[in-house]
């Protein structure tokens, strides 16, 4: 993966084939700290603790089309190679929470990416699951509710090209304020 | 930079798009439409499959084409990532391989816009080795 926000669309996906109706992803930007943490979050079938135990494993997947199953195995690697670690807290018929811990200033750690794109990739592509996207810096919180987009939009798509457009531009332009040091342009946010 | 986009500019928007959508004829029944489903699992998404993706949604919006895009997992042909699964109306779903934007601009003009098979299909007959 080569960015961060690549892992996220991968780790949602995990939550849309688990029948999720709610998927929260939240990033925190910890630089006294030196952390970067991100936390997906869902409400859908979860898992047993034998499954939980083995997700990390690159040759498990509950997949019947292929024998390997990378997504977590790559977040984790992407993880601990900058001194940080993954975990993954589910229960069946509740939901599954994945955290991961990234170094902020470490220099493994890839930057974020275009996540206005990947953030409006998912909720385009899956309208019937809600999505709450939060994103803590230095400069106060951004919150992505698509719950409150869709009341505004009322019977109008999110997968309208024009709206994707204009919700891909709102979440950029509020995460340059929360972060003033990124450069407008998602694809180099770091 | 201009003020912050925030909800009730989302509205106006809403309003303006909505006025010039009428225009076109909604059609709520897949069946009728072009579907394109991008395969977005791991091996896809590590592939690009998200820039695929946006492509297909803007260049067939752009060119007028009333077609559903969608995401779909991983259809085991993680060797030719990008996938797209195409399904024309009244037709057998078509699945291409190794789809790039170069790709995606054949695939849009020749297959969608005359139904002409291109090079890059993943016939539906491959097996893989288990088989």
Known sequence: MKDLSMHILDIAQNSITADASLIQIAIHEDMEKNSYEIVIADDGKGMTKEICDRVTDPY?????????GIGLSLLRQNAEQTGGHIDIHSEPGKGTKVRSIFTYDHIDRPALGDISGTIIT???ANPEIDLIYTHTAQNGKYCFDTREIKAALEDMKISNPKIRQYLHEMIEENLTEINPDQPVDGSKYI | MGKVKSLDDLKKMKEEVQSRINLREKSDHPEN????KVAMATCGIASGAKEIMDYFINELDKRNIDAIVTQTGCMGYCYAEPTVEITLPGKEPVVFGYVDTKKADEIIEEYIKKGEL??????????????
Do not use: M
């Open chain 1, 122 to 124: 998912l909720v385009a």
């Open chain 2, 118 to 131: 291109i090079d890059g299909i993943i016939p539906v007959t491959y097996k893989t080795i288990d088989e």
């Open chain 1, 60 to 68: 498990f997947t509950t997949r019947t089309t292929r024998k390997v």
């Open chain 2, 33 to 36: 439409q072009v579907q394109v």
